[in-house]
């Protein structure tokens, strides 16, 4: 009882304190993803540009493989290097995204002299923002049966590994568990 009243508290936390997320999820019809036991984690790509990236292939990769290995198999699956029957891949991208419009004349802003009245006021805004696609493919048939796609804001100050983690989280709730037991 201890023990998931900590896990409950540590996510109750983490939802406060990473950035703007959200994710979508897919699950192919027809398909029943409980029937499949092994899973492997291949290393995907990273689509940011080499002078824009705050991080290396490498660490994202090890990120995302540790984060997706704890997911799934917390929903019974298991992890094994080759002959897997699932195989979990992802697209990594970060960009730069101004927003800006005009306020009107004055813009709530007081006119200093005379011929400010009528002049128009602008803003922009620049943030970092990341999107993380995960995909789970049938390794005998390459057929895509799951997919997960989240958006995040990479303001400063974020820990990459940490939105990471909450993208993958987010996106692994709603992937069927393994474990459930089944009713009599």
Not at 6 to 29: G, Y
Not at 45 to 53: A, N, S
């Amino acid at each position: 009882m201890k023990k998931n009243f900590v896990s409950l508290a540590l996510v109750s936390v983490l939802s406060f304190t990473l950035p703007a997320q959200s994710v979508k999820t897919l699950t192919t019809k027809g398909v029943d993803l409980t029937k499949y036991e092994t899973f492997t984690v291949v290393k995907g790509d990273l689509m940011t540009p080499p002078d824009e990236r705050l991080t290396s292939e490498a660490a994202l990769f090890k990120s995302i493989k540790k984060t997706v290995i704890q997911e799934l198999e917390l929903r019974g699956y298991k992890y094994v290097d080759s002959s897997a029957q699932l195989v979990v891949s992802y697209v990594a991208s970060a960009y730069n995204v101004t927003d800006g419009g005009a306020m009107g004349p004055l813009s709530q802003t007081p006119a200093s002299n005379p011929s400010e009245m009528n002049q128009a006021r602008s803003w922009s805004h620049e943030s970092r923002q990341g999107m993380l696609v995960v995909d789970i493919a049938d390794s005998s048939n390459k057929k895509e049966l799951w997919s997960a796609t989240g958006n995040l804001t990479l303001d400063a100050g974020v820990e990459l590994s940490r939105a990471v983690d909450g993208v993958i989280y987010k996106a692994f709730k709603k992937f069927p568990s393994r474990n459930k037991k089944k009713k009599k």
